[in-house]
């Protein structure tokens, strides 16, 4: 199993003006200690879990290409990007540039996107939710394309494009990886068997069902279950705050049984890096030959 770090906030002790050095040393500590992946949410006020709206947020895609600078070896995403956000040509022009700025280090974080409350307090239009889901295919179908061979025009429920030119193209092949956030059994799972290399679910009561869900969608598109890696959502806490670190080590080898490749989660205080040093060192040993 494989761990990943999301980083969901930046309101951080030394404020704006240390922002930038407080991440890099985040980004570094975190890949120095063995984590996969580092990951960054896609919203433009924080959201609730976290505090309340006017804690510090940073854009994603800008953040993402910033902590590459300063990483060589892990893979960058967001967990996850609202389709409704960005225009999918926009949307895979950012990740394409990622993964060429990177040498090959981006994935697709997408899902349909949830959050009304940013949506409207910025202006932007909020589609109700059959909608976002067609959004949502459209974006997947929209950037397997600008990643293909083909310019040809592309013509989806809500998105029409005249000629998916995409230079230069992504060097993560045959494209960067798609991973698809959501447990919606009819659709968002289905997305995945259909669409995605990845998927991230909660760590609830019915993620073993969730993993049965996707094994049946991948059965009815043809597709080998085992070529999609399996991500989990779960905080990356011990101490006071949370678990003890036995019992987040067990916690992960439980998921690990139900065959999850990869636990993605925060961790608070990371800015003092201590609590990132620590998953390094007495967590993911304990996990690396799961």
Known sequence: MELGLQIPDFTFEGGPARLGADLAEIARTAERGGFAYLAVMDHFFQIHLFGPPEKDMLEAYTTLGFLAAHTERVKLLTVVTAAYFRHPGLLAKAVTTLDVLSGGRAMLGVGAGWNEEEARGLGYRFPPLAERFELLED????????????????????????????????????????????????????????????????????????????????????????EITKTVYHPLVTGEHGERTDELVRELRRLAGLGVDAVIGGTPGAERIEPVEHLAREVIPAISPL
């Open 139 to 226: 974006a997947l179908r929209y950037c397997l394309a600008m990643w293909s061979d083909s310019e040809k025009p592309f013509s989806g429920k809500r998105v029409e494009a005249e000629r998916l030119l995409n230079v230069p193209q992504a060097l993560s092949g045959p494209h960067p990886p798609i991973m698809i956030g959501g447990g919606g059994e009819r659709k968002t799972l289905r997305f995945v068997a259909k669409y995605g290399q990845a998927c991230n679910l909660f760590n609830t009561p019915d993620l073993e069902h969730k993993l049965d869900v996707l094994r049946a969608h991948c059965d009815r598109e043809g597709r080998n279950y085992e």
